[in-house]
């Protein structure tokens, strides 16, 4: 983990969250010890509200559960949530959990029903989560 980088842009955009005051979350299908090895690699340890992992949850994505569990731990109802999805399993689980739901793919594809399409550029993602662009209202 210590050589791992950050997907260009997801700093940025981290930032940006960060300024606005948002409360932020990383919902995983790995295991604890990955996601906070990689957390630290990228510079985001002890930067979050919260973390769901693998171990929190008997179901994974695609079911909602891991994003059910990261509102409950965020005290935010599901409508206030906004995920970034880099794939379509996980932006179905957002989705279904009933967050809105930004789709942030890493290889060209259609977004799931219902996410918002972000392009894979540096600057793309950061603009949206400013704008709110293509969200309905919370």
């Not at 918002?116 to 709110?132: C, F, I, K, S, Y």
């Amino acid at each position: 983990a210590p050589s791992l980088r950050a997907r260009p842009g997801a700093l940025e955009a981290f930032e940006a969250a960060h300024a606005l005051g948002w409360q932020q979350a990383v919902v995983s299908n790995s295991s604890r010890v990955i996601v906070d090895a990689n957390l630290a690699a990228i510079g985001l340890a002890g930067r979050l509200a919260a973390i769901v992992a693998a171990e929190d949850v008997s179901r994974p994505k695609p079911d909602p559960q891991p994003y059910r569990l990261a509102q409950q731990r965020l005290a935010a109802q599901p409508a206030a949530v906004l995920a970034v999805e880099d794939s379509a399993t996980g932006a179905r689980a957002a989705l279904a959990a009933g967050c809105r739901t930004f789709f942030w793919p890493q290889s060209p594809q259609a977004a799931p029903a219902g996410a918002v399409l972000v392009a894979d550029d540096r600057a793309a993602l950061r603009a949206a989560l400013l704008h709110g662009i293509g969200l309905p209202a919370a």
